[in-house]
């Protein structure tokens, strides 16, 4: 028997010890963390129940000041329709703002798609200009041929 066999058979014991030391003080972490966020959560919640009931009652408010002077069925429904009208326009301020009709098309007045466009919309250009695709009658050269590597005007590296 080699004398530091026994050292490994340590070596592994104090590793597996530590990752278990470790292991238990990230999840008493965790368990912290997840106690104060339940209390929030829950608090958030009761906060939305009771924001609903006030709603509702605001509702009934407004209906049962509309049927002092119209008849039940109109104040409902002058009710239905108002509360309607509200969740739409929430609605539609909780989304994103709609891009213009030039976006749309894909075109900005200037010719190159959407580039130029979301460059015009945040007031730079996000890409370098792209130039213009050749004409299918121009003259395009044919492929660069690579250079010999024994050229006298390329400098090596280590000379």
């Known amino acids: 028997m080699k004398p530091l066999d026994h050292l490994e058979h340590l070596d592994k014991q104090l590793v597996d010890e530590l990752a278990q030391v470790a292991r238990e003080t990230v999840r008493d972490e965790l368990r912290e963390q997840a106690r104060g966020q339940r209390r929030k959560a829950a608090l958030y919640a009761a906060s939305g129940a009771l924001a609903l009931y006030a709603g509702a009652a605001l509702a009934l408010a407004v209906g049962l000041a509309l049927a002092l ?17 509200l969740a739409y326009v929430l609605r ?14 894909g075109l900005a007045p200037g010719g190159d798609s959407a580039r130029q466009t979301a460059a015009g919309a945040v007031g730079g250009a996000p890409y370098p200009p792209v130039p213009p695709a050749p004409s299918a009658g121009a003259d395009v050269p044919g492929p660069v041929p690579p ?13």
């Open 147 to 159: 250079r010999p590597s024994k050229a006298p005007d390329v400098p090596r590296r280590g000379a």
């Open 92 to 105: 539609a301020m909780a989304r994103p703002s709609r891009p213009g009709a030039g976006h749309a098309a």
């Open 69 to 85: 002077g119209l008849p039940d069925w109109a104040a409902a429904l002058i009710t239905a329709v108002i509360l309607g009208a």
